[in-house]
């Protein structure tokens, strides 16, 4: 009998998996700068934006000062994960975290 294992799914991918359906896919902004503030993250990251260039830089800053949700897929997020130094799965750690935060 052949078994095609293929298709299986290690211990470790379903710990994966498990813990990416954790990842709330929004949070609310004033959540995600609380949880950036106690992860003491939030001044890099408003001086981050506040240095971006061009019209890139203040379309940034409008959506950072106006939004009202932040999104895990938002393209600024992956922008800035890396220039923070965070994992993605630091970042999804953090929207897991803010999640807990009240609204």
Same mark, same amino acid.
């Given at each position: 009998?052949?078994?095609?294992?293929?298709?299986?799914?290690?211990?470790?991918?379903?710990?994966?998996?498990?813990?990416?359906?954790?990842?709330?896919?929004?949070?609310?902004?004033?959540? #995600?700068?609380?949880?950036? %503030?106690?992860?003491?993250?939030?001044?890099?990251? $408003?001086?981050? /934006?506040? @240095?971006?260039?061009?019209?890139?830089?203040?379309?940034?800053?409008?959506?950072?000062?106006?939004?009202?949700?932040?999104?895990?897929?938002?393209?600024?997020?992956? #922008?800035?994960?890396?220039? %923070?130094?965070?994992?993605?799965?630091?970042?999804? $750690?953090?929207? /897991?975290? @803010?999640?807990?935060?009240?609204?």
């Amino acid at each position: 009998m052949n078994i095609d294992w293929s298709g299986m799914i290690t211990a470790e991918q379903k710990a994966e998996q498990a813990r990416l359906a954790r990842v709330p896919q929004i949070v609310t902004m004033r959540q #995600a700068r609380q949880a950036m %503030l106690y992860s003491g993250i939030l001044a890099q990251v $408003d001086a981050l /934006i506040a @240095a971006m260039p061009g019209e890139e830089g203040e379309s940034a800053r409008i959506d950072w000062s106006h939004a009202r949700d932040v999104k895990r897929d938002w393209p600024l997020i992956g #922008a800035l994960g890396p220039q %923070l130094g965070l994992t993605e799965q630091q970042i999804d $750690d953090l929207f /897991i975290y @803010a999640a807990t935060i009240p609204q």
